[in-house]
T-cell receptor, first 112, second 115 residues
Framework: KQEVTQIPAALSVPEGENLVLNCSFT??????LQWFRQDPGKGLTSLLL?????REQTSGRLNASLDKSSGRSTLYIAASQPGDSATYLC???????????FGGGTRLMVKP | DTGVSQNPRHKITKRGQNVTFRCDPI?????LYWYRQTLGQGPEFLTY????????KSRLLSDRFSAERPKGSFSTLEIQRTEQGDSAMYLC?????????????FGDGTRLSIL
């Protein structure tokens, strides 16, 4: 069974700050880990997928790292903008079918 | 690339009624997943298909729930005799299979409200 914890649960920052969102998981036998953002009332938008053989993955202002052995992943957001306000979810998979398991997410508010 | 499409977006029904949701995955994706999300929580896995075969079902999927993917393309999720606790967002995702580098792509979900 995979359990996922995300810290902090909520975060409010002024525009322009660099942010670190933390994710920990209990089962390190994973092939990959995916980060998503979710806007209110919407589905999930895939941000990054890190394979277990990688340590980092970058997309624009986002950088995600993965340390399988310690069961941790972090999402770094550079120069935050109000449009980054959303809930961020990390999802390591469970099983050969790659079924995703989720924590409660981090609710981010970036104030102008 | 049209993305994952879910219909309807919202469904309001009385307790005890049956409801059916539809998911159209990204066209070349052979894997299709259903998740359920309640307010303030992360999604929870319900079931997944590879092509038309249903390969995994969560214990959350009681016998009132049934999912199909008859031709390996779209999928339906039916809930019979709905209960208050079924109120949630039902999310569908699709991906390619094979290896550890295939991301799942989600639709916008169907929000179910039980009166």
């Amino acid at each position: 069974k995979q359990e996922v914890t995300q810290i902090p649960a909520a975060l409010s920052v002024p525009e322009g700050e660099n942010l670190v969102l933390n994710c920990s998981f209990t089962d390190s036998a994973i092939y990959n880990l995916q980060w998503f953002r979710q806007d209110p009332g919407k589905g999930l938008t895939s941000l990054l997928l890190i394979q277990s053989s990688q340590r980092e993955q970058t997309s624009g202002r986002l950088n995600a790292s993965l340390d399988k052995s310690s069961g941790r992943s972090t999402l770094y957001i550079a120069a935050s903008q109000p449009g980054d306000s959303a809930t961020y979810l990390c999802a390591p998979p469970l099983g050969a079918g790659n079924m995703l398991t989720f924590g409660g997410g981090t609710r981010l508010m970036v104030k102008p | 690339d049209t993305g994952v499409s879910q219909n309807p977006r919202h469904k309001i029904t009385k307790r005890g009624q049956n409801v059916t949701f539809r998911c159209d995955p990204i066209s070349e994706h052979n894997r299709l997943y259903w998740y359920r999300q309640t307010l303030g929580q992360g999604p929870e896995f319900l079931t997944y298909f590879q092509n038309e075969a249903q390969l995994e079902k969560s214990r959350l999927l009681s016998d009132r729930f049934s999912a199909e993917r008859p031709k390996g393309s779209f999928s339906t999720l039916e809930i019979q005799r709905t209960e208050q606790g079924d109120s949630a967002m039902y999310l569908c995702a699709s991906s390619l299979s094979g290896g550890g580098n295939q991301p799942q792509h989600f639709g916008d979900g169907t929000r179910l409200s039980i009166l």
